[in-house]
């Protein structure tokens, strides 16, 4: 474990962390996952053409776990095991440390550090497979985190995602794992608005810019709306957004 980072306090509170867009500038599975298609011409070509009908099925909340899958079964045909599932997400991590490295917001790393250290239960929970998000930070010394996210498994002679760890059902599995009383939770997402509103101090960090006024209506009057360092995105402390009042 981290020497920085005490055990967390028999009494300690949850403080629920999202990944992508929280702690890490961009969709870390979708990185990996393109990087994974552009290994093989014949799997990029076909994720092209699959694009078509899965594109859209990933932009619709409904639909948005099949069409994930669509594309990690064409990036993983052939493979038929988790571990094996998980080896290319550490290859990955491996070959591109630099630029992850670069991706790791410090103003989030820093308050991540700080719940750790003031002795909170600090716990992750993406849609990313959780072994990508341990890998990366695993960059910064906080591998020991609980990672809660999608579930991939081998179906049809390659991996696909079985249980997305998306909206309403990523705060089912925070629920499923023991975390039912949240303290706080940051997320830079809409979908999250579920885990958002179950905590006691939900906090918005990074959202897409026309996502602000929705954030403040749905959630509590003085929700800080924050902005920890992605250029293109809204929230307070962003010269660069057009909408920095949040609170």
Not at 101 to 122: S, T
Not at 163 to 180: P, T
Not at 235 to 242: A, F, V
Request: one cysteine or more; charged letters at 20%.
């Amino acid at each position: 474990m981290n020497e920085a980072s005490p055990a967390p306090r028999a009494d300690a509170p949850v403080v629920v962390f999202d990944f992508d867009h929280t702690l890490y500038d961009g969709d870390s599975f979708s990185h990996a996952l393109r990087w994974m298609l552009k290994r093989n011409p014949l799997r990029a070509a076909g994720s092209i053409v699959a694009s078509l009908v899965l594109g859209p099925m990933v932009a619709w909340l409904p639909t948005r776990r099949h069409g994930i899958s669509g594309y990690v079964w064409i990036a993983t045909l052939g493979l038929h095991r988790r571990r094996g599932f998980d080896a290319l997400l550490d290859r990955y991590v491996i070959e591109h440390e630099g630029e992850i490295r670069a991706r790791l917001l410090p103003r989030a790393l820093e308050v991540f550090g700080g719940h750790r250290a003031n002795g909170d239960e600090v716990v992750v929970a993406t849609g990313a497979p959780p072994e990508l998000a341990r890998a990366i930070l695993a960059f910064v010394a906080h591998q020991d985190v609980p990672v809660i996210g999608t579930a991939v498994g081998p179906r049809f002679g390659a991996m696909m995602a079985t249980r997305h760890c998306h909206h309403a059902e990523k705060l089912r599995m925070l629920r499923e794992r023991g975390y039912g009383d949240i303290a706080a939770a940051y997320s830079d997402s809409t979908a999250d608005l579920p885990l958002l509103q179950a905590a006691r101090k939900p906090v918005v960090v990074n959202p897409g810019i026309k996502r602000v006024e929705l954030f403040r209506r749905l959630l509590p009057p003085g929700t800080p709306i924050l902005n920890w360092g992605c250029a293109k995105r809204g929230g307070e402390g962003n010269p660069l957004s057009s909408d920095v009042g949040a609170t």
